[in-house]
C-alpha cells in the first residue's frame, strides 16, 4: 500500500458538495494487508477478544479508513464530519474524503489516519497530541477553505460546463447580460472579464478565476465557465450556483487525474449541477445522453433543450410541466406545458449560420435557457442573440470565417475528436463544384493515444486533403513528433487520401491557405496560434460578417 496524495479540495467536488480532503491511496495487485496494531487499539480496544488476524479485503480496507477518520476527530474533540470513500477509476486506485474547516489540522489528520492504517504509528496519544495542538494554532486565512460561501455570497451566479461549447455559451450568456446593462463578471478560457475588459489574460475556468470576479464590488452578476480540472484539483470556488448550464459530455481529457471513462467525465461535471439551489435551474441538452443523465442528481428545477421538438425526453418532461426550449421549423420556440414563446429564427442567430452549425444551435440554445431562467425576457434574448457575431471580436478562435481568394478558411477551437467531427462537418458545407475540404489537424499531448488514432480517422473519412501538425506549446509530458505516427495510423486504417505533415500549427494553417484554391474550404484545428492566424486572415481576407 502507498499513498498517491492528500489534497485539500477548497469547495464542492467529484467526492462531497463541500471543501474536502482527498486521502488517495493505491494497492498493489493482489496485495493483502492486515490491520496494524495502532489501528486496532484506535477501533477494537473495548473488545480485546477479538479476531483480527485474517488479511483484509479491499473493500473492507476501504471502509476502514473512514472509521479511522472519525474516530480522530472524536479524540480531538470534534464532530465526525461527512465522509465517504470508493474506488477510483484508476486500477487499485482509492479515495477516503471527509469534510474540513481548518486545512494544516485536515491534511496532519488524514496523514495520520493514513499512517494508523499502514501501521508506522506506534504512540497514538502522541498523534492525537500532535492534532489537538493545530487546532490551537491562530486561525489565518490561508487555514480557510478558498471558497465564496451562501453567507457571503451578494450576487446571482450563472455556472457553465461540458466538454464542448463552454466558451462560447459563456461569451453569449455573458453578451446578452451586458446588452440589457447588467454589471458582468465573467471567466472564461480567455481569461477573467469585467464587462467588455479583460483583467487577467489566460485560461481561468477555475476557482481562482471565479474568485477575482467575486472580488469586484460592482459586478452584479457572475457567469462563470467551469472545467473539469478546477473542480478535480481544488473544487469549486462558491458554495452554490443559481443557474448551470451542462453543453454536453464526451471523450476527453480522459486517463487524467483518475478519470478514465465518459461516465466518470459527467461525474465530474454533474457537480456544478448538482450545487444548483432547489430554486435556480440546471440546463441541460437533451440531445447529449450523458448531459440528460444528470437530471437524476439535481434538487434544481430542469430545463432541457434539444434540437427536435420531437424529443421524447423533451416531450415527456414538457407533458410534466416542465420548461423546455426546442427547434421547430427554424426557430427557438420556449415552452412551459402548454404555453409557447417563438423566441427567433435560426437566420436571425449569426453564430448558427442559420443552422448550419448543429453545435452552435444547442450552444445558443443552453445560453437562452440559462438566461431566460435569470429574467431576461423574450425581447431582449431576441435582441441579444442577433446581436452576438462569429467574430474574432466577439467569440475569437470559434467558427470563424473568412473568405480568402475565393476559398473560405474557418478557424476554431476544435481540440478533440468530436469538435473536430462538427467543424469538417460543417466545412464541408462550404465546398463548392469541384472544391476540396482541406484539413489542419492535431491536438494537444495529454489525450489518449487512442483520441490521437481517432482524429487521424475522422480527417480520414471526411477530408479531402489533410495536414497533420505537431505542437511545440501543447506537449504536455509527449515528445515532439509522438503524436503524428498515432494519427496517421488512425488516418490510414480508415483508408485516408493525400496529406502531408507539419511542425507546428502556424506552418500547417499557412500551408493549407495556400494550397486553397476558389470553391475550396480550409478548416482549422487552432488551439495554440490563433491570435496570429486572425491577424492574418483579417489582412488577405473578407470576415463573415452574418
Known sequence: MRIVEVRALDGPNLFLLQPAIKLEYALEPEETTQLSPAAID?????????????????????????????KLHELCGLEVPPTTALAMEEP????VAFGWERRAFAKALAQAAYAIVEGTVVDLEEVVEELVGLLAQPVTRDDKPEMLTNRDRQIPIIAVTGTNGKTTTTRLIASVL????RKVGWTSSAGVLIQHDIVIPGDYTGPSGAARVFEERDVDI??????????????LGYESNDISVITNVTEDHLGLHGVHTVEGLRDVKSVVAQVTTPDGFVVLNADDPMSLSIRERVTAQVLLTSKRADHRALMEHREAGGWVLFVRDGAIVSAEGENEVVITSLDRVPITFGGRA??????ALSASGALLA???TAEELRDGLAGFLPQSEQNRGRLNVFTVNGAQVILDFAHNQAGLDLLLNFGRQFVEGSGRLIAVVGTAGDRTDDSMRMIGSIAARQADYTIFKDTTKYLRGREQGEMLPLMHAGFEEAGGGPNEDAPDERTAALRAVELAKSGDAVALMCIEDFDFLLEHLHQIGTPFTG
Open 42 to 70: 484506535l477501533l477494537f480496544s473495548e473488545l480485546p477478544d477479538v479476531e483480527l488476524s485474517a488479511p483484509v479485503s479491499d473493500s473492507g480496507l476501504l471502509a476502514l479508513f473512514p472509521e479511522v477518520v472519525g
Open 92 to 95: 487499485d486506485h482509492y479515495v
Open 178 to 181: 451586458m446588452g440589457i446593462g
Open 222 to 235: 457572475a457567469v462563470l465557465e467551469t472545467a473539469r480540472g478546477g473542480i478535480l484539483l481544488r473544487g
Open 358 to 363: 448543429p453545435h452552435m444551435v444547442e450552444n
Open 374 to 376: 435569470a429574467g431576461v
